[in-house]
């Protein structure tokens, strides 16, 4: 199924406004819809003692959350006014929990663009995690970093590859942005003791009976650790300048990752090209 209708997680960060950037260059090659979320909630303190404010004070965080509602809105037309498509851009304000709205409500689009972990926005009500909104919504995500270069579309697309469910289900999401234009780069990354790459030749089958032509490229590690992988995978990546890589997000549970660190940790804190992801 071909992406028609995405969604931006959008907020007053610069990394959100990295994701919007994205996601209109992708109106413009795709003919999709762009919606932008925005969400704002009483933050941090208040949020928790807002019975006990006196009115006066209760009335004045409303307004200031008013005038960053207002911000924001004009921000997004303004952007989409100079670079997208009007008539296809649409936007949605709500209230509550910055990533849970994003979270429910990605489930009627097709895709998310949301940008790399950033606490430059003004309220930290707002601030949004894309490790949850990539477990948690179901869709797959376009992951944005806030080094974001727009540059040209070379139509160059990198799958990281294990063999694995996350990886398998990422590559399913992303068939429609694979075409006999692109080029195409299945990336292994492995030590004396793998056999994933003995599966790539059913791999490029695969894409080949779907019109696509790929190429496989082997990455060794002097062994397989969350950091040498996730390194190699950015510096092959890097070295090519994709304009995305395709890649399973947490096959090891998210609380593993935090607690010692993963693939998927590192290339979301670290990456500097696009990441479409699913878990």
């Not at 990198?158 to 780069?185: C, F, M, Q, Y």
């Not at 082997?218 to 090519?240: C, D, G, L, T």
């Not at 090891?252 to 992801?277: C, N, Y």
Request: charged share 20%; with cysteine; hydrophobic share 40%.
């Amino acid at each position: 199924m071909a992406v028609r209708n995405t969604l931006v997680a959008f907020n007053d960060s610069a990394s959100s406004e990295m994701a919007l950037k994205a996601a209109l260059i992708f109106q413009n090659k795709f003919q999709t819809h762009v919606t932008g979320l925005s969400t704002c909630t009483l933050s941090g303190l208040s949020a928790q003692v807002v019975g006990w404010l006196p009115d006066t004070v209760h009335s004045a965080l409303r307004e200031a959350e008013s005038r960053l509602d207002q911000d924001v809105a004009q921000k997004w037309d303004r952007m989409v006014r100079e670079n997208g498509q009007a008539d296809k851009c649409h936007w949605l304000q709500l209230t509550g929990d910055a990533n849970r709205n994003v979270v429910e409500q990605g489930r009627f689009f097709d895709l998310i663009f949301v940008g790399q972990f950033d606490t430059s926005t003004s309220d930290i009500g707002t601030i949004l995690h894309p490790d949850r909104i990539a477990l948690q919504s179901g869709r797959p995500i376009l992951h944005i970093p806030i080094a974001f270069d727009p540059g040209p579309v070379n139509d160059h697309l990198i799958v990281a590859w294990d063999g694995k469910r996350a990886a398998a289900r990422a590559l399913s999401e992303a068939l429609h942005l694979l075409g006999p234009a692109n080029t195409v780069t299945i990336l292994t990354v492995e030590d004396d003791a793998s056999d994933i790459s003995a599966g790539v030749g059913q791999l490029l089958t695969h894409l080949e009976r779907h019109g696509i032509q790929a190429t496989h490229q082997s990455v060794k590690v002097k062994r397989k650790s969350h950091r040498f992988i996730a390194q190699a995978i950015m510096e092959a990546s890097s070295a090519q300048r994709p304009d995305a890589l395709i890649m399973g997000a947490y096959e090891h549970s998210k609380f593993q990752e935090d607690a010692f660190g993963g693939v998927t940790e590192t290339i979301l804190r670290e990456a500097t090209f696009p990441i479409w992801m699913a878990h």
